[in-house]
C-alpha cells in the first residue's frame, strides 16, 4: 500500500450519503494540505476539497457546498470526506491527495500536488 489509502466508496441512489476515508499512516502529516480530487469517465480531475492539517482551514469548490463536508483526525493521520445529497453528477473517483505546506488557492490543480492514493469509486444513480 502507498502512503495514501482511501476507502469508502460505493453505490448509492440520488439523496444518498457516503463518507470516504483517506489513511495516512506512513506518511509524516503535519504542515500538509490535504485534498479530496474526483475525476469521471472522459473529464478532467477536479478538486473538490482541501484542509490544512495544521488549522483544520478548509476550501470546497461550488458545486459541492453545503453538500460535503471535509475533516481530519489529526492523531490518527485520516481525512475524510462526508457527502450527503449525493447527485448522479457526483459519479467518479475520488482521489486523496498530499501537498507541503498551506492549500493552494482555487482553481485546485492536480500538478500541485505530489502524493496521491490509488482512487475509490463512487456511483450515484437516479
Known amino acids: 500500500q502507498g502512503p495514501l489509502v482511501e476507502s469508502g466508496g460505493g453505490s448509492v441512489q440520488a439523496g444518498g450519503s457516503l463518507r470516504l476515508s483517506c489513511a495516512a499512516s506512513?506518511?509524516?502529516?503535519?504542515?500538509?494540505?490535504m485534498v479530496w480530487f474526483r475525476q469521471a469517465p472522459g473529464k478532467e480531475r477536479e478538486g473538490v476539497a482541501t484542509?490544512?492539517?495544521?488549522?483544520?482551514?478548509?476550501f470546497y469548490v461550488d458545486s459541492v457546498k453545503g453538500r460535503f463536508t471535509i475533516s481530519q483526525a489529526y492523531a490518527e493521520k485520516m481525512v475524510y470526506l462526508q457527502m450527503n445529497s449525493l447527485r448522479p453528477e457526483d459519479t467518479a473517483m475520488y482521489y486523496c491527495?498530499?501537498?507541503?505546506?498551506?492549500?493552494?488557492?482555487?482553481?485546485?490543480?492536480?500538478?500541485?500536488?505530489?502524493?496521491w492514493g490509488q482512487g475509490t469509486q463512487v456511483t450515484v444513480s437516479t
Open positions: 491527495a498530499a501537498a507541503w505546506g498551506p492549500c493552494p488557492g482555487s482553481p485546485l490543480r492536480a500538478s500541485t500536488f505530489a502524493v
Open positions: 484542509i490544512y492539517t495544521s488549522n483544520d482551514n478548509t
Open positions: 506512513g506518511y509524516i502529516y503535519g504542515d500538509k494540505c
